[in-house]
């Protein structure tokens, strides 16, 4: 079992920025894979960035250049900074945790707005 719990969400202006951190707990180096998704209104959930615990990451092109996933393994906390944000990132982010099994945080609001 895994449990994670997102945080640093928030209210932003145009062009700032925010780091998210999702804490996991449990059976922790059973994880193969972390990630982040969105979920804007009236839309689908949608994949952010994904981090393996060999390091390799992956993002959305709409977040590259913008958004950078991290792992700490000493913290068990996964990291997004998010720079430059724009409207077209207000959502709801979750944090996601493959074993594969798959797991959920219950999510963080950010919203980019003036």
């Known amino acids: 079992q895994v449990q994670l719990v997102e945080s640093g969400g928030g209210l932003v202006q145009p062009g700032g920025s925010l780091r998210l951190s999702c804490a996991a707990s449990?059976?922790?180096?059973?994880?193969?894979?972390m990630g982040w998704y969105r979920q804007a209104p009236g839309k689908q959930r949608e994949l952010v960035a994904t981090?393996?615990?060999?390091?390799?990451?992956y993002y959305a092109e709409s977040v590259k250049g913008r958004f950078t996933v991290s792992m700490d393994n000493a913290k068990k906390t996964m990291y997004l900074q998010m720079n430059n944000l724009n409207a077209e990132d207000t959502a709801v982010y979750y944090c996601?945790?493959?074993?594969?099994?798959?797991?959920w945080g219950p999510g963080t609001q950010v919203t980019v707005s003036s």
């Open positions: 449990g059976s922790f180096f059973s994880i193969a894979t």
């Open positions: 981090i393996a615990m060999s390091g390799t990451t």
């Open positions: 996601h945790a493959a074993t594969p099994r798959v797991y």
